[in-house]
């Protein structure tokens, strides 16, 4: 049986585009990962923001909020789907995350390619 | 047939030790990626950098050189090695890529969770 994107998903680590970039590096480093979803107050994703964007921010010289560096067109996956797809866009968007959201919008997941990643491991 | 490192890995690039974290930070948006590994003089690999490393170096506030920032234990892999093998290192490690280093100790590749998601793609 195909697996799905519920059963590798991560708990997602939610930030708002107000952050300064040097608190939402702080968090990645806190809690061990690269991405954050950025959600607005009615906790609809808005954005995506990396390790890769904060290397953005440090090449450019210009380190200040999370909504100056963050991508705005987020590719996204569901509970649902099959991870052979979900690996299908992170490869097509050249990207290493999805975040997972619901039917309402809210996000209640994200899955990375070292989570797909790790399928592989014998 | 099991597949092998070497049809996956892709071609690295490397940096000196007192290259300066900005020029690091740089390099990974320039060539779009997030690991590179660390080099001497002799070109035997002494360390690797990654973007959790420049968020780190943001998030405590010292942007300085990659010998600072860098990890000097690096965990790497052979051309010849199973990915099964490679994915299993990364998943005890909790890390995100293998440089590639032959029997000289030279670094040929490096190999992402990017790169073994991919094989899941349909
Ligand atoms: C294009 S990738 C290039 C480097 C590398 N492949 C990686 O994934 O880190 C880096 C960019 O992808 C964006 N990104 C990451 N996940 C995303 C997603 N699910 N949807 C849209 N953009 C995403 C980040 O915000 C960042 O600007
Ligand atoms: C422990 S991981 C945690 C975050 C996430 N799992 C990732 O891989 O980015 C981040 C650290 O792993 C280190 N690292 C990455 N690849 C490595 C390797 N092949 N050997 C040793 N350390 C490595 C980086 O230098 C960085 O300090």
Redesign the interface.
Known sequence: ATKLVRSVMDKPVLIYPDTS??KA??L??EK?L?HLPVIDKEKKIIGIV???D??????S?K?GKVEEIMTKKVITTTPDEA???A??K??MH?I?ALPVVNKDGRVVGIV???D???????
């Open positions: 970039v040097e590096a702080k990645m480093i061990g690269n990396t390790s890769w904060v290397a953005k921010a440090v090449a010289g380190i991870i052979e797809l690996a299908k992170m490869e050249d290493s990375t390619s070292e797909l990643s790790k399928l592989l491991a014998r």
